[in-house]
């Protein structure tokens, strides 16, 4: 049964950062994928600055989450996260009404600082007030994400036929306010909850390396597609196409968080790692190798089911080894990566994107490589097994 807690009615507090995740994360960062190409055709948005943009949002994510973690009653902060909201919300708006490639560049900066708070505190809100409740209800928190993912491409999908990219992203702010109003009553972290540093052993210090390497990979491929998958197939199938596989990974996100906790007390973490790299891998390449609307929406579903597990999978082994400041640590190494992502494949988008995501999907299947060692060598001692879940254990979800 659920139960209040600390005054905070689970099932209510899950909704509000799910609302307050879906704006920040699902629109205020990802909307950019499915109106891309409206911006391409329409705007005359060349492939290079288009992967300089989303090179601006994952700077500001790095810089919003570098902010909260050295001012940390940032994260506890109501006022902190209207704000960022009502800014997000600002940044939308504004991108219609210019075409100057500088100021959409600090536009994206802003809103990528904006989003990262926002999560930060709707992240400690959830592990603070579901703290005891049922792991999977704090995963369909998270699926806030996919949530938003899903709303604003059905969005973005009927926009691109009656309207403009400038209407597409009006609409995404129209739709950011819905959420964010929806969030407005999020309770942050009332206080810091401080858990020592636990020393890491000789062995954990190695599979930690390999962790943190599989990780950083997995930024750099993950952000790829998640970046170009809808302007990929716009460019293979037809124009609808596009639209309709981004609202798929939405809808897959949604409920991956609480599949992957479910799994994860059947089958050890490093596995699911493995696998769950392995799958985004042949997600991402599909639509590069095949053709047709069948292989872009399988992709799309292979990828959504994916991207936001692989996080939580990743923090939950980090916080296993006991290794100090291992949450810290790991999204640092994704969030350089997804900078990185962008940048690394700029050179190889002017005959298109097939080859950006070829190498997206090659560089998931080398953390897969680097999950393959963690997952086959994991030391005896510190083996991740499966197990049953306790009512105190906490499973860390992240997308950063």
Do not use: K
């Not at 391409?40 to 948005?45: D, E, K, R, S, V």
């Not at 209407?167 to 995404?172: D, E, V, Y």
């Not at 872009?296 to 980090?318: D, E, K, M, N």
């Not at 090659?362 to 393959?372: C, I, M, P, Q, R």
């Amino acid at each position: 049964m659920t139960t209040v807690h600390n005054g905070v009615d689970p099932r209510a507090h899950a909704v509000q950062a799910a609302a307050a995740l879906a704006a920040s994360m699902g629109i205020g960062r990802f909307v950019y994928t499915p109106i891309l190409p409206l911006m391409h055709t329409q705007a005359g948005l060349s492939a290079s600055l288009g992967a300089t943009l989303a090179t601006a949002n994952y700077l500001g994510y790095l810089i919003g989450a570098l902010a909260g973690i050295l001012i940390p009653g940032a994260v506890r902060s109501a006022a902190v996260m209207r704000t960022s909201l009502v800014v997000l919300i600002a940044t939308l708006a504004l991108m219609p009404t210019t075409h100057d490639g500088s100021i959409w560049f600090a536009l994206r900066l802003v809103a990528g600082i904006a989003s990262a708070l926002v999560f930060m505190i709707a992240v400690s809100a959830l592990h603070a007030h579901l703290r005891g409740q049922s792991q999977f209800l704090a995963g369909w928190g998270f699926g806030g994400v996919g949530l938003g993912i899903a709303l604003s491409g059905v969005l973005v999908f009927v926009v691109r036929f009656i309207g403009s990219w400038g209407t597409a992203w009006l609409a995404s702010a129209g739709l950011a306010v819905v959420c964010a109003v929806a969030a407005w009553g999020l309770t942050p972290e009332p206080r810091p909850i401080i858990t020592p540093d636990a020393p890491g052993t000789p062995s954990s210090h190695r599979w930690f390396t390999a962790l943190v390497i599989s990780y950083f990979l997995e930024g750099i491929g993950y952000i790829i597609a998640g970046t170009f998958l809808v302007a990929a197939i716009d460019l293979a199938a037809p124009e609808w196409v596009g639209s309709g596989a981004w609202i798929v990974v939405g809808l897959a996100a949604f409920p991956s968080c609480a599949l992957w906790a479910w799994l994860s007390l059947r089958w050890s973490r490093p596995t699911l790692l493995l696998v769950a790299l392995l799958i985004q891998a042949v997600g991402i390449a599909l639509p590069a190798v095949i053709g047709g609307v069948g292989p872009a929406l399988i992709s799309a579903f292979l990828f959504g089911v994916t991207f936001l597990g692989i996080g939580s999978i990743v923090l939950a082994i980090g916080a296993h080894l006991q290794f100090p400041r291992a949450v810290a640590l790991l999204t640092a190494g994704y969030s350089v990566g997804q900078i990185l992502g962008p940048l690394v494949v700029t050179p190889l988008l002017r005959d298109g994107y097939r080859d950006a995501l070829l190498l997206g999907a090659a560089v998931v299947l080398g953390a897969a490589v680097a999950a393959a060692v963690l997952r086959f060598r994991f030391p005896s001692g510190l083996d991740a097994d499966p197990r049953t879940a306790t009512s105190t254990e906490e499973v860390v979800f992240d997308v950063r």
